[in-house]
């Protein structure tokens, strides 16, 4: 029997994708929800997984290939058994695609098995028209909930289809979640920062009008209630908040072009990106200045973000500033009370009161944004949960500074990358976890999970100055070049946010150097659930002893402190010493006559 997996739909408003990368060659083994290929859109980055199990027979279309939404771009051979187990999915897989037309589509789910999605659910109301569900989509097969960062539209906004109306967060990627219909917001059922199962409905979109209290209004309610339905909208000025947005967008025109179209110049402009522009005041023109660190060079939220911190001009006259709008928020929001901004906004203030009595008036309260708040609870949880202890010794990598820099120009002519000395850094590591495997190990209950894998962990800055730590798999079976190679490909995708997510899962042991810094030794905190973490600090040239030739001399040599920081509930002073002097011992006898490239 042959199944055909096709291009899925990311949201309505996809029509296309792109083959990043296929995982499975043909004629191999997969099972049903086993990831085999990746993908990319105008809005994610994702892993579409198998609908059944079988062998992928034929690949239609390859890397590189950009193909519209339910195009077939690969055939699964199941055996009897597995045609068996997937006949009722793949009946339900038709009827669902052969009803898709007449229903509206949930938000966007990374799924081949249409059988798997919850149909859109629909309410009638007298006053709104027919309800429509937002649920919180399934960004992986791994993904079992999500959290709501933020709503960009408020009850009684008037909504068109498959435009942004939240950002969401999951363990692996932060998204936007587009309307699945036209109408107006009438619920809000889930608020920010709440964190929610897949699936679970979080908004309803009505056809009719709603006020900003919640109470429906029919469609053909007069513009006195539309007026009634603008939360921001002055009580003074007698305008509609449409009215009032073309107004100002009108003022803001003078100065640039307001109205961001989707693509200008060969550059993509994701829906996200074209609502803060909106709201901010920045033009097109403005947006075109910006270095995009995004996939394919795009602006992404955190590039205009940065941009809004440091903008070099002040908004056009008309057009109040974002701080002044920052400002007016606060009372917008009192004069216009939503479902949740109230509540929080009390919250925060009493918070920030509270910050201000205890350090004075002379203090700036900067909230953190999702990233370090993860990493904020991953620190305090690797403390809580291991006993951290750390040891340090000092090498002699003098023959390995000297060695890299005679062959690193040859190197990257030949290789096309740098050769710094982080791959030598990681090689030792390598020979140490070799010679003791107990120290490649995690802790489960009262039982010890030895990994026969060594999955290694490289601790890397984000240009943001937050941490992510990209996995090498099975770093022991790679030289130096090719540790270089995996080095410098994970530590350039991460700093450009193009790191699938499988690729910072799964390491068993984590490598942070903090010499990048100048720092020479530090104590770094265990990235659970791994029992062991290795630090290296800077190298510097220092006078030592040295014994030649019976005699005792002070030589110039670089020298370079390395710290080893375990769980001392599993790992004991002997062993965690033994494993440290082993990776000393191979960083000293690296050279010319010794290394493998």
């Known amino acids: 029997m042959i199944v055909e997996v096709v291009m899925p739909k990311m949201g309505e408003s996809i029509q296309e994708g792109k083959i990043l990368q296929w995982l499975k060659k043909e004629g191999e083994t997969v099972e049903r929800d086993e990831i085999i290929l990746e993908i990319s859109t105008d809005k994610v980055d994702t892993e579409v997984p198998a609908p059944n199990s079988g062998v992928l027979a034929k690949i239609l279309h390859h890397e590189d290939d950009t193909v519209e939404v339910g195009t077939v771009i690969a055939h699964l051979e199941t055996d009897a058994s597995a045609a068996a187990a997937g006949a009722s999915s793949a009946g339900a897989t038709q009827e669902a695609a052969a009803a898709a037309p007449a229903a509206p589509a949930p938000a966007p789910e990374p799924e081949v098995a249409v059988a798997d999605a919850e149909p859109v659910a629909e309410a009638a109301s007298a006053d709104a028209g027919d309800l429509t569900d937002v649920v919180m989509p399934k960004m992986g097969e791994s993904i079992q909930e999500g959290k709501v960062l933020q709503w960009l539209k408020k009850v009684g906004d008037k909504i068109e289809r498959d435009e942004i109306i939240l950002e969401i967060s999951t363990d692996k990627v932060d998204t936007e979640v587009p309307s699945p219909v036209s109408g107006t917001l009438a619920e809000i059922l889930v608020q920010e920062d709440e964190t929610v199962e897949v699936g679970t409905v979080i908004a309803r979109i009505g056809s009719g009008v709603v006020s900003s209290g919640g109470g429906a209004k029919p469609a053909s309610a007069p513009a006195p209630a539309a007026k009634a339905a603008a939360p921001a909208a002055p009580a003074s000025n007698g305008q509609s908040a449409p009215a009032a947005q073309q107004s100002n967008g009108a003022v803001r025109a003078a100065g640039g072009t307001t109205d961001i179209p989707r693509k200008h110049n060969n550059r993509f402009y994701s829906p996200l990106v074209r609502t803060i522009a909106e709201k901010e005041g920045v033009t097109l023109e403005e947006l075109e200045t910006i270095k995009g660190t995004g996939l394919d060079g795009r602006v992404t939220k955190h590039d205009l973000r940065g941009y809004m911190e440091n903008r070099p001009a002040a908004a056009p006259a008309g057009a109040p500033a974002p701080r002044a709008q920052a400002q ?211 190298v510097q040239k220092k006078p030592v002893v040295r014994e030649v030739a019976g005699n005792d001399m002070i030589l110039i040599r670089q020298m370079m402190y390395l710290s080893i920081t375990y769980d001392h509930r599993v790992i004991d002073g002997a062993l965690a010493g033994n494993t440290l002097a082993t990776i000393k011992k191979s960083l000293e006898s690296m050279n010319e006559n010794t290394v493998q490239l």
């Open 328 to 538: 007016a928020a606060p009372a917008a929001a009192k004069a216009a009370p939503s479902t949740s901004a109230p509540a929080r906004e009390a919250v925060v203030q009493l918070e920030d009161e509270q910050i201000y009595r205890k350090y004075g008036q002379d203090v700036e309260i900067i909230p953190m944004d999702h990233i370090r708040q993860l990493i904020a609870d991953h620190m305090v949880r690797s403390k809580q949960t291991s006993a951290h202890v750390t040891s340090v010794v000092e090498a002699d990598v003098t023959d390995i500074m000297q060695y890299r820099n005679r062959i690193k120009d040859d190197f990257q002519k030949r290789e096309g990358v740098k050769l710094t000395v982080t791959p030598f850094f990681c090689r030792a590591l390598i020979e140490g976890v070799r010679a003791f495997p107990m120290v490649n190990v995690s802790v489960e209950g009262k039982k010890i999970v030895r990994h026969k894998h060594l999955n290694l962990g490289m601790a890397t800055v984000l240009p943001d100055g937050n941490l992510i730590v990209p996995v090498i798999k099975d770093a022991d079976a790679l030289n130096i070049t090719g540790l270089a190679r995996s080095i410098n490909d994970l530590a350039t995708r991460a700093r450009t946010r193009k790191l699938q997510p499988q690729e910072i899962q799964g390491g068993t042991i984590t490598l942070t150097n903090v010499g990048g810094f100048g720092t020479l030794f530090g104590t770094p905190v265990i990235n659970q659930p791994q029992t062991v973490i290795v630090g290296v600090g800077a």
